[in-house]
């Protein structure tokens, strides 16, 4: 597993005080095992996969995890710690699957409604339905 971590081009130091330190995590599939133990929001990030993203920490506690299939262009895990919610960072991170990524795609629970209108607000329209899934897709 590969997961990249580029916490610098969030800028998130300057917009949002609560964050003050990104810590680089060594992110081998072992290490991302032991991590989803003590991070239940990790539970949505796969291992054993070539996918790309970023997980963002503030000194130990897990923030934010985005992962990418770069070569199906779908984003495959993006979740925010609830404490760190409402803070605009799954909108950056949104942006950084698209010109870091190259993801534009996702699919998602309809009823979902926090991600809904995250993805509807960044301009993602459904192009495919099927059961409780939207596929959602944000034009290039
Ligand atoms: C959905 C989620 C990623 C949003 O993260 P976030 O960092 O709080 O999102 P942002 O601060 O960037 O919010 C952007 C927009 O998302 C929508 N949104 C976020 N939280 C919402 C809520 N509780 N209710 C309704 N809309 C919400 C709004 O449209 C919001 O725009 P606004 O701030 O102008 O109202 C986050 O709630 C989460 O991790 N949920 C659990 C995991 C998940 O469902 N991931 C998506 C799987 S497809």
């Excluded at 998130?12 to 290490?31: A, P, Q």
């Excluded at 926090?114 to 059961?131: C, D, H, I, M, P």
Aim: aromatic fraction near 10%; charge should be positive.
């Amino acid at each position: 597993m590969k997961i990249l971590i580029i916490p610098e081009q969030l800028g998130l130091e300057e917009r949002d005080g609560g964050i003050e330190k990104f810590t680089h995590l060594d992110t081998s599939e072992e290490n991302i095992k032991e991590y989803k133990k003590q991070y239940p929001s990790l539970s949505h990030v796969k291992v054993g996969q070539p996918f790309k993203g970023i997980i963002l920490v503030d000194e130990e506690k897990f923030v934010a995890v985005l992962q990418c299939d770069t070569k199906t262009g779908y984003i495959v895990a993006l979740e925010i710690t609830p404490e760190y919610r409402h803070r605009g960072i799954a909108t950056e991170l949104l942006k950084m699957a698209q010109h870091k990524f190259n993801s534009y795609k996702l699919t998602v629970r309809k009823t979902n409604k926090e991600a809904v209108s995250l993805y509807q607000k960044n301009g993602y329209k459904t192009f495919r339905e099927e059961g409780i899934m939207l596929y959602m897709e944000k034009k290039k």
